[in-house]
């Protein structure tokens, strides 16, 4: 007999199942660690597809950069954030140092 289709499940089925293994160690987390938690998980379903082409032997270690991924990605933008925060207070206090024209 010829067995034929995926022989291997989507990764979205293996991170689904991990997830599940790891509900006891959710549920023992502190209320508010949970949201970051499940926030670990949405960033690895968004590189799903990417982890599906590699079909790595070890399953958590897709996950693993998944989540580092989004993590540098977050970094990334906060770091753009204060540059732009930091540049403002520069201009705010340039301005408030030097005097208007108007008022010498």
Do not use: C, K
């Not at 070890?58 to 989540?67: E, F, K, T, W, Y």
């Not at 753009?80 to 030097?98: I, K, N």
Request: a negative charge; glycine letters at 2%.
């Amino acid at each position: 007999m010829v067995s034929v289709g995926r022989t291997n499940p989507t990764f979205r089925d293996v991170l689904s199942r991990m997830e599940d293994e790891w509900g006891d160690f959710r549920r023992a987390l502190r209320r508010r660690h949970q949201p970051l938690f499940d926030r670990l998980f949405a960033y690895a379903r968004e590189h799903a597809d990417a982890a599906s082409n590699l079909n790595h032997p070890d399953r958590l270690a897709p996950v693993l950069v998944s989540i580092d991924l989004e993590q540098e990605d977050r970094i990334d933008e906060l770091e753009a954030r204060v540059e732009l925060l930091e540049a403002q207070l520069e201009d705010d206090s340039a301005a408030v140092e030097s005097p208007a024209p108007d008022e010498r």
